[in-house]
């Protein structure tokens, strides 16, 4: 059964760290492209970055949203078979269900991706 399962949220103060998992069972992740999208209360399901999958040897960071550039970091450990998403200096607007999921290559929109993981919840928040 292929599944995406997420973990690492929570609440944590403005300024704070986190650091999400996206892990993987019945497929390996180095053949896909896994990005992570966050979704906000009241709003669109948005793409906050990608890593491209798995050519020779490297991997590389396919594009940060806007809003999270210099502060969020995407990388890959192939021996556990899981995608991070490692977010600093966090702000009350990264407050969002974030999301996993997988597809062939990096792209900003939701359509591209065949396999999601649930979610889980970060909320930065003094």
């Known amino acids: 059964q292929v599944q995406l399962v997420e973990s690492g949220g929570g609440l944590v103060q403005p300024g704070g760290s986190l650091r999400l998992s996206c892990a993987a069972s019945?497929?390996?992740?180095?053949?896909?492209?896994i990005g992570w999208f966050r979704q906000a209360l009241g709003k669109e399901r948005e793409g906050v970055s990608c890593?491209?999958?798995?050519?020779?040897?490297?991997?590389?960071?396919?594009y940060y949203a806007d809003s999270v550039k210099g502060r969020f970091t995407i990388s890959r450990e192939h021996a556990k078979n899981t995608v991070y998403l490692q977010m600093n200096r966090l702000k009350p607007e990264d407050t969002a269900v974030y999301f996993c999921?997988?597809?062939?290559?990096?792209?900003?929109?939701?359509?591209?991706?065949?396999?999601w993981g649930q979610g889980t919840q970060v909320t930065v928040s003094s």
């Open positions: 019945g497929f390996t992740l180095d053949y896909y492209a």
């Open positions: 890593i491209s999958r798995r050519d020779g040897r490297t991997y590389y960071a396919d």
């Open positions: 999921a997988a597809a062939p290559k990096c792209s900003a929109f939701r359509d591209e991706y065949d396999y």
